[in-house]
Structures are given as C-alpha cells and as structure tokens.
C-alpha cells in the first residue's frame, strides 16, 4: 500500500490542475473541517474522497456529510484530519480512499494476526505492543529509524513499546549477516547502538566493516564473526524470518500495532495517528460497522 502511494505521487501534479476548491467553498461544504492550509486541487481531492468514505464510528453518512453543520461526531473529524493530510502530500483521491478503507477496516480482531513482541528487543514502554520487521540493507527502514525512534521516547512516551525484528531479503546479501551482528550486540546489551550504526552505514556492511562497529561500541568483533560463522544466532534471525512470512509481510518496513498491519506512511503524523487510533479503538470498541454500500458515480 505504501508502494501504491508512492507511485500515486509521481501522477499529482496532473490532478491538481484538472480541478481546484476554494478555501470559502470548502468552509461552506465542510463547516467542521479545517482545509485552509490546503491548495485548491488538494481540497478538491478532499472532497472526493470524503464523498466516497463512509463514517467509521458514530455518524453512520459519507464523510462528507459527517462534517456537515450540525453533526457532533468526533471521529469524523479524526478521519477528516487523516484524509487532509493524504491529500497534502500529492496524493489523488482513489488511493487515499483506498488507503484510509484499509486502515479502519484492520482493527477488527480477525483482521489482526498473532506477532510475538517478547522475543525482541524493545525500545520503550507503553501498553501498544508496536512490532516492526525490518532488513538493515532496505533504504526505507533507514528512513524509518528516526520516526520510530521519536514516536517511542517522545511524541508518544508511555503508550507505545517499539520491538525490532529482522526480516532480511535475500536480494540483499549483507542484510542476514548485518542481522546476526546485531544480534550478537543485543546478546551483549548493545543492540540499539549496533542497529543504529548498521543502518547509517547500509553501503559498509562487509565483515571488516561490521568488526569496526562491534568495536567502536566496546564489543569482541573477533569474537562476534567467530560466533555468527559457527551459526550461534541463526535461529533468532530466522524466528522472525518465519514469523514476518507467517504475519504476511511482503515489504519492509512492515509494522503491526498490536496485531494490526499499518498501512500508513512511516511518518511523524502517521505514527501518531495510529498510535491514538489504537488506543481510542481499544477503548470504546465501536468501529468496523458494515458501511453501506455505495452507489455507482454516473460518468
């Protein structure tokens, strides 16, 4: 999905000059919703979208009419919030309804899928379990380390525990190797700092490499090599292997809260954002109504 959004971005700058809506029309449709720091084609692929997504909780309409004057329900605005920000990265409506779909219809209990979060190392405390499968040769778990890194110590301290688990493609041959180094320093007490380093230096993980890692941070890189040769945390590494295959990860990074796949971008907004959708969801339990089914636009 996030591949999905990805390429969408590529086709933005067309759809934003087939059509534009004003910050006055915008506030007349949407009195509930803020969509004044939004380009005119960015509130008008808001308007799409919220005329095609139907209410998750508590207003049963489109979302459109969910943020009509006069309606009181506090998820709309969430939801409202969610899809402005899609829509402000470039994204066209068809994927943003499609992903903003697939994020409230993961929180269902069936939907979720049993990822361990004790057999990891973890990075903060918090009662969401948030479990992340990564390959330490994927630029996009690099990109992710500090989002992540600032979800747990900071903008969500105390509500959400990060565990890091390998899941490391064979279309990257260091990735494995980079794993049971990290492995080896999390034996040792240091994996944080290991995986830190393996992922500021994705282009140097050959053994020489990964010795002078293991040894700037106080650790035996003879020792560490001796150990990953002799298959001493090959195990480990293919637990979470097996464990990601069985979850359905197919792209890294994946990241499941508490069971629930995120489909989301891995960013400080979206981080967040699902980070309190859990806890709301946990709390009040009310999502995941049949939403009604739609009618076909006329061309």
């Known amino acids: 999905m996030r591949l999905a ?14 059509k534009g809506l004003t910050a006055e029309k915008a506030k007349e449709l949407f009195p509930r919703a803020n969509l004044a720091d939004l380009t005119d084609p ?3 692929v808001f308007a799409d979208a919220a005329a095609d997504l139907y209410g998750y909780a508590g207003c049963t309409d ?8 006069g309606q009181k329900d506090p998820h709309a605005l969430r939801m409202a919030e969610l899809v402005k920000h899609l829509a402000a990265e470039g994204i066209p409506e068809s994927p943003i309804v499609q992903a903003v779909e697939k994020h409230y219809d993961s929180f269902g209990p069936r939907k979720r899928v049993q990822v361990r979060s004790d057999n990891c190392p973890v990075l903060g405390k918090g009662p969401i379990a948030l479990v992340e499968f990564s390959d330490y ?31 490391p493609f064979p279309s990257h041959p260091r990735a494995r190797i980079a794993a049971l180094a990290a492995e080896y320093a999390r034996a040792h007490g240091k994996f944080w700092q290991m995986n830190g380093l393996l992922f500021a230096n994705q282009e140097a993980l050959e053994d ?3 010795k002078s890692y293991a040894k700037e941070l106080g650790l035996d890189g003879d020792e560490m090599l001796k150990k990953m040769n002799a298959g001493a945390y090959d195990e480990a590494v293919e637990k979470h292997i097996r ?4 979850a ?12 629930r ?14 980070v309190d959708d859990e806890l709301a969801w946990q709390k009040d339990r009310v999502w995941n109504k049949p939403a009604p089914k739609k009618v076909a636009k006329r061309k």
């Open 243 to 246: 464990e990601g295959t069985a």
């Open 5 to 18: 959004l990805a390429v969408c971005l590529a086709a933005a700058a067309v759809a934003q000059e087939q």
């Open 248 to 259: 359905g990860v197919e792209s890294t990074p994946s990241l499941f809260l508490d069971g």
């Open 62 to 69: 489109t979302l459109a009419k969910c943020l009509a004057k």
């Open 208 to 210: 020489d490499n990964l």
């Open 42 to 44: 960015q509130r008008a």
């Open 137 to 167: 040769q994927c630029p996009h778990c690099a990109a992710a380390l500090q989002p992540l890194d600032q979800l747990v110590t900071k903008d969500r301290k105390g509500k959400v525990r990060l565990c890091s688990k390998y899941f």
């Open 261 to 274: 796949m995120s489909v989301l971008p891995t960013k400080p907004f979206y981080l967040q954002f699902e």
